[in-house]
């Protein structure tokens, strides 16, 4: 059974953020890709406050802990480099 390549939206300023502003997807990516990709589950990022164990807090650590994990692997180091694009969506996340 062959895999069927995901569709991304355009990388422009209406779909991406820029990494200034944090990184990842606006509302209107999300809407652009769950439209190219049927049945996509993507959602934006939590960055609000949320209750413990609440699906949304959920989200949030499995996030922190596989952006953790990039980082890691690629050796970067948010106080001397805070302005990588993982860094910032990172702290737009709040992790």
Wanted: aromatic share 4%; proline share 4%; charged share 35%.
């Amino acid at each position: 059974m062959a895999r069927t390549a995901t569709k991304m939206p355009k990388r422009n300023k209406r779909n991406f953020r820029p990494t200034k502003s944090g990184a990842g997807m606006t509302k209107k990516g999300v809407a652009a890709y769950r439209r190219a990709n049927p049945g996509s589950k993507l959602k934006t990022a939590v960055t609000g406050k949320v209750k413990k164990g609440s699906a949304a807090a959920k989200r949030r650590k499995s996030f922190c802990a596989r952006s953790d994990g990039q980082r890691k692997m690629h050796n970067i180091n948010c106080r001397k480099t805070p302005n990588k694009r993982i860094c910032q969506a990172r702290k737009r996340w709040k992790c």
